[in-house]
């Protein structure tokens, strides 16, 4: 049923649960998981001389975060590739799927004080995500 699975991944602590999730499905329906982090440096700072570098520095973390991710997974047998994008995450994550032609997406939610209740509960990007993909959301506490 699932071939294909996005997995939102920001190399937190909470994020191993959904990494633990994705793995699962993954070996349940022999599907590929595509690790997918987004970042984006902020602006504030493109005045400055060093700023290239500050970008590269983002850039190169982003990519250890998901290749620990990656590594991990094809440790444990599962088909996984990483794809790090720039930009807000609910973006760069639903492009992700359009372009990996995923069947599912994994995720974590935050508990975030916020005035909309759903957010509360499962945080805004993935609220987002829920609201704008089109194909099943697997959101892990």
């Avoid at 504030?44 to 290239?52: A, F, G, I, N, P």
């Avoid at 492009?95 to 916020?114: L, P, S, Y």
Wanted: proline share 4%.
């Amino acid at each position: 049923m699932f071939k294909t699975i996005i997995m939102a991944y920001d190399g937190s602590a909470g994020s191993e649960r959904v990494l633990l999730y994705a793995e699962h499905v993954a070996r349940t329906e022999n599907a590929e998981i595509i690790v997918v982090h987004a970042y984006e440096a902020p602006k504030v700072y493109e005045w400055t001389e060093s700023y290239d570098a500050f970008v590269k520095g983002y850039e190169r973390i982003a990519n250890e975060v998901t290749d620990d991710a990656v590594q991990a997974l094809r440790g444990d047998g599962v088909n996984a590739m990483s794809d790090v994008r720039v930009g807000p995450p609910v973006r760069a994550i639903l492009e992700a799927v359009g372009f990996h032609q995923a069947d599912m997406i994994v995720m974590g939610g935050r508990a975030q004080k916020r005035d909309n209740v759903t957010e509360a509960l499962l945080g805004s990007v993935s609220t987002a995500v829920l609201r704008y993909a089109n194909c099943p959301v697997l959101v892990v506490p």
